[in-house]
């Protein structure tokens, strides 16, 4: 199955709106439908499948991404899920193994994406260092317990 990742567009919000998770994994990340607001440095990115949309996520160019990140061209990632009918199919890991290149075809500026994970969120933070995200050894407390700070590099292509 062919996977992109694409700018979220009014054609994707009804399944994107449809989106379900396990109780286990809304604690950990949001739904599409309660943070799909783009513009003032959020993306919304879809990752889709044949056509369908299977997954989300945000993207940020915020003043949050300094939270994570002292490098002026990194970007911030959020709101990573996949619809629940949609998982154990490598969506999520296909999807973020495009991340780079998207990356540097949709935002040249960015050089470093980075992201929090729970420590308890083992899957996901698996998951993460498959596709290329490193621990960067910081760690933040969030509402539910100890986050860890992980980035990824974007190699750039001039």
Do not use: W
């Amino acid at each position: 199955m062919s996977i992109e990742l694409t700018h979220c567009s009014k054609e994707h919000l009804p399944v994107l709106k449809g989106f379900e998770l396990p109780e286990e994994q809304r604690r950990f990340t949001a739904l599409p439908r309660d943070v799909m607001q783009s513009g003032d440095g959020q993306y919304p990115i879809v990752i889709v499948s044949e056509g369908t949309p299977v997954g989300f996520f945000l993207l940020h160019s915020t003043e949050r991404v300094k939270d994570y990140s002292t490098n002026p061209n990194a970007m911030l990632l959020t709101a990573l899920s996949i619809d629940h009918r949609q998982q154990r199919k490598g969506f999520a890991k296909k999807g973020l193994l495009k991340l780079a290149s998207f990356i540097k075809q949709e935002f040249k500026h960015c050089d470093e994406i980075v992201l929090v994970v729970n420590q308890k969120n083992i899957p996901a933070r698996r998951l993460y260092e498959k596709a290329g995200f490193a621990d960067t050894g910081k760690r933040k407390i969030g509402p539910i317990g100890e986050q860890i700070v992980m980035k990824m590099h974007i190699q750039s292509s001039r």
